[in-house]
């Protein structure tokens, strides 16, 4: 079946540092690959998407590439902010017509303090 | 203007009891769906439903009855209410040979107590 794998959280990181937060995915076929994000008490919003091997998704300063060789979609920002503070899902899906379904990762909380 | 809307934000309610979160989306999307997300913040699809037709029914309890009076709305019901139905249910939709990007709505906090 299909999974997707991330890094367990909580991240806690100073204003202004590096994030990575690591993705894995196993799929049978060729997915394309989101992070969604998810700021405390709202529901989920797209942050950035690939549709195939080696397309970059950016947005508000984040990248995630789309490795097919590692099987990975891994989420980077240089500078963090506080307001960058929510949970992070990567999600894969397949194109299998209208029954395509999103397939989440299990989440990570970032939490980015002053 | 809100193109995911879910009603009630907040739910709380007792054992046994039975209802209903109602979800509306004004993106002229064809399909749309249910999620459950528990309290380790774990995402999972319940249904799915495609021009008011069931798609997706991921193994959910006969309890949780969906339904799709048209295109623009998605309810779910669940009867006899227990413990571990509390979660935040999202509703989402998307439009059919798109990018597959789904819009969320705000969610629905659901107590069981």
């Known amino acids: 079946g299909n999974s997707v794998t991330q890094m367990e959280g909580p991240v806690t990181l100073s204003e202004e540092a590096f994030l990575t937060i690591n993705c894995t995915y196993t799929?049978?076929?060729?997915?394309?690959l989101f992070w969604y994000v998810q700021y405390p008490g709202e529901g989920l919003q797209l942050l950035l998407k690939a549709t195939k091997a080696d397309d970059k998704g950016s947005n508000k300063g984040f990248e995630a590439t789309y490795r097919k060789e590692t099987t990975s979609f891994h989420l980077e920002k240089g500078s963090v902010q506080v307001s960058d503070s929510a949970v992070y899902f990567c999600a894969l899906i397949l194109n299998t017509g209208t029954a395509s379904k999103l397939t989440f990762g299990t989440g990570t909380r970032l939490q980015v303090t002053l | 203007d809100t193109a995911v809307s879910q009603t009630p934000k907040y739910l709380v309610t007792q054992m046994g009891n039975d209802k209903s979160i109602k979800c509306e989306q004004n993106l002229g999307h064809d399909t749309m769906y249910w999620y459950k997300q528990d309290s380790k913040k774990f995402l999972k699809i319940m249904f799915s439903y495609n021009n008011k037709e069931l798609i997706i029914n991921e193994t959910v309890p006969n309890r949780f009855s969906p339904k799709s009076p048209d295109k623009a709305h998605l309810n779910l019901h669940i009867n006899s209410l227990e413990l571990g139905d509390s979660a935040v249910y999202f509703c989402?939709?998307?439009?059919?040979?798109?990018?597959?990007?789904?819009?969320f709505g705000p969610g629905t906090r659901l107590t069981v107590t």
């Open positions: 989402a939709s998307r439009q059919q040979g798109s990018s597959y990007e789904q819009y």
């Open positions: 799929a049978t076929g060729y997915p394309s």
